[in-house]
T-cell receptor
Framework: EAQVTQNPRYLITVTGKKLTVTCSQN?????MSWYRQDPGLGLRQIYY???????DKGDVPEGYKVSRKEKRNFPLILESPSPNQTSLYFC????????????FGPGTRLTVT | AQSVTQPDIHITVSEGASLELRCNYS??????LFWYVQSPGQGLQLLLK??????LVQGIKGFEAEFKRSQSSFNLRKPSVHWSDAAEYFC??????????FGAGTRLAVHP
């Protein structure tokens, strides 16, 4: 089944404790992206990747890192999480470009205390 | 600046009634336009998209949207709403290769 998977689905952590949210897709998509969803703000892009080893900042990249060492995986790293990063995070992928149909993962709800 | 606006934060309709969700965009040129639906606890699913051509676009689940260049709008419609349509709906636009900009979303409630 074609899908985007994210782990963990729920995470509660404390300020400053490094964490990684994994994202994997099995559709051989070139483009992958991370979004955060906050009430009243919709989804905002954090980082995106056009292909292996090619990443770039989205609209809200501060406090986040990403890497793309394999085509299927695009982990999101929070090296020193803060409470303002409490949010619902979505990973998405598309075949080639950002304006192709994007397939979304189920989301990761992160709480930073 | 590029932006997508969904003026209605919350809409309630009765089951069987018609539905229209509004979306306006602000871009330098006509962007690619999308409507996504998010059911509770789920990720986003594409309902339909507009790239060019016919301004009335058909999507899944009986939804359609009309692109109006003069009004910079891309409103989503459904002639008869079902209880299972209760969800949050996002309009999105892309003007380039990399960035998808979302509106704030409209939460739809359906009364039986």
């Amino acid at each position: 089944e074609a899908q985007v998977t994210q782990n963990p689905r729920y995470l509660i952590t404390v300020t400053g404790k490094k964490l990684t949210v994994t994202c994997s897709q099995n559709m051989n998509h070139e483009y992958m992206s991370w979004y955060r969803q906050d009430p009243g703000l919709g989804l905002r892009q954090i980082y995106y990747s056009m292909n292996v080893e090619v990443t770039d900042k989205g609209d809200v990249p501060e406090g986040y890192k990403v890497s793309r060492k394999e085509k299927r995986n695009f982990p999101l790293i929070l090296e020193s999480p803060s409470p303002n990063q409490t949010s619902l995070y979505f990973c998405a992928s598309s075949f080639h470009r950002g304006q192709d149909e994007q397939y979304f993962g189920p989301g990761t709800r992160l709480t930073v205390t | 600046a590029q932006s997508v606006t969904q003026p209605d934060i919350h809409i309630t309709v009765s089951e069987g009634a018609s539905l229209e969700l509004r979306c306006n965009y602000s871009y330098g040129a006509t962007p690619y336009l999308f409507w996504y639906v998010q059911s509770p606890g789920q990720g986003l699913q594409l309902l339909l998209k507009y790239f060019s051509g016919d301004t009335l676009v058909q999507g899944i689940k009986g939804f359609e949207a009309e692109f109006k260049r003069s009004q910079s709008s891309f409103n989503l419609r459904k002639p008869s709403v079902h209880w299972s349509d209760a969800a949050e709906y996002f309009c999105a636009a892309s003007g380039g290769y990399n960035k998808l900009i979302f509106g704030a979303g409209t939460r739809l409630a359906v009364h039986p």
